[in-house]
């Protein structure tokens, strides 16, 4: 008995579930919907922010601490986003 052919098939075996799609309740347990709105969120408390402190209603201060904020959650966005584009493109390499 080749012992290769029998540990690649228990291998296979072990990683099947991970090709499974999500039922419904576990997609509804996603953590990324609450992500969109903190970040939509942030980006529009600092919009707010930034009008009050063109009308002069708002402390510099703030208006430096909310563009931080929104500066740190757009970086975050683009590294999300760049590493989601180079693991689509490492997939496209995969030989069939």
């Not at 740190?72 to 180079?86: D, H, I």
């Amino acid at each position: 008995m080749d012992i290769r052919n029998l540990n690649a098939s228990q291998k296979y075996a072990a990683a099947k579930p991970a090709t499974v799609p999500l039922s419904r309740s576990q997609a509804d347990d996603s953590p990324l919907p609450e992500i969109a709105k903190d970040f939509a969120g942030t980006l529009r408390e600092g919009e707010q922010i930034a009008m009050q402190a063109m009308t002069g209603d708002a402390d510099p201060h703030a208006l430096v601490q909310a563009l931080a904020q929104t500066e740190l959650a757009v970086e975050a966005a683009v590294t999300v986003r760049n590493k989601v584009v180079e693991a689509y493109q490492e997939i496209l390499r995969m030989p069939v």
